[in-house]
């Protein structure tokens, strides 16, 4: 039976047995898993098997950013192995996203891809500080609508952004969005944050959650609070 909830489970964890253990108390039809750059880096394609084989869709997060060839020959070799969703960096431009976006479209490969604009652990002085000068607001929306002339399906905002990426880019436009701290949560390094029944409130289409759910004393506690207030 297909997912129908929004929320995205990130499985940062430092090897396959974790990530497995954590997947193994988690049902494919309440939230789809996310797997990152630690875990792929650790166990490579074996984990996106795993979880296939365990009935999950897998948003793969490795993020490419690099020329359009790579990144487009990247991207047709993580839909190859079946994963739901994909993403890029906004910034690698126009010309990258567009050759992802044929790549995918010339193998007939229907999974998603997305873009990030401003990482959720950045704020207005990080912004300046890579040379941004604009606010980061106006860089979310300019990179934002680049990535949907571009052929992308949707971004990584935060949920703060989705009201004006909804406005700017539609309802159908994904918005996943990380940086969802419930109320018994922390910060951690996250900067743009908002709760699960207000991002979704904003207009966000996908919760991605990591620590609030995976560093949590009870896993399922802490996923089965978010769904209560998911549904309120
Ligand atoms: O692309 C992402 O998933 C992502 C983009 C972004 O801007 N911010 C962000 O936190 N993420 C990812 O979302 C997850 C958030 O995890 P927690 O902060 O533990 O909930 C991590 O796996 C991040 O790599």
């Known amino acids: 039976m297909a997912c129908t909830s929004p929320l995205i489970i990130a499985l940062d964890y430092s090897s396959l047995d974790a990530a497995l253990c954590m997947a193994d108390q988690l049902d494919p039809r309440r939230c789809r898993l996310k797997v990152g750059k630690e875990l792929f880096t650790r ?64 193998h007939d490969l229907p999974t998603h891809l997305i873009a990030v604009t401003v990482l959720t652990s950045m704020d207005a002085k990080d912004l300046r500080d890579v040379g941004v000068t604009c606010s980061l607001e106006a860089q979310v929306e300019a990179l934002a609508k680049l990535a949907q002339q571009s052929g992308m399906e949707g971004v990584v905002c935060s949920a703060w952004e989705s ?18 701290r419930p109320a018994f949560a922390i910060k951690h390094d996250q900067q743009r944050i908002l709760g699960p029944g207000e991002a979704m409130t904003a207009g966000s289409t996908h919760l991605v959650i990591g620590r609030p759910i995976t560093q949590a004393q009870e896993p399922m506690e802490a996923l089965a609070a978010i769904e209560q207030e998911l549904a309120c």
């Open 43 to 106: 166990s490579g394609p074996d984990v996106l098997q795993a979880l296939h084989g365990r009935g999950f869709d897998v948003f793969l997060d490795l993020k490419f950013h690099d020329i359009p060839n790579t990144v487009a020959s990247a991207v047709q070799a993580a839909a190859e192995q079946g994963v739901w969703m994909v993403n890029v960096h906004a910034s690698g431009g126009r010309k990258m996203m567009e050759a992802a976006r044929e790549r995918l479209d010339q």
């Open 163 to 180: 009201p004006r990426v909804r406005e700017l880019c539609g309802e159908d436009f994904l918005k996943v969005t990380p940086g969802i």
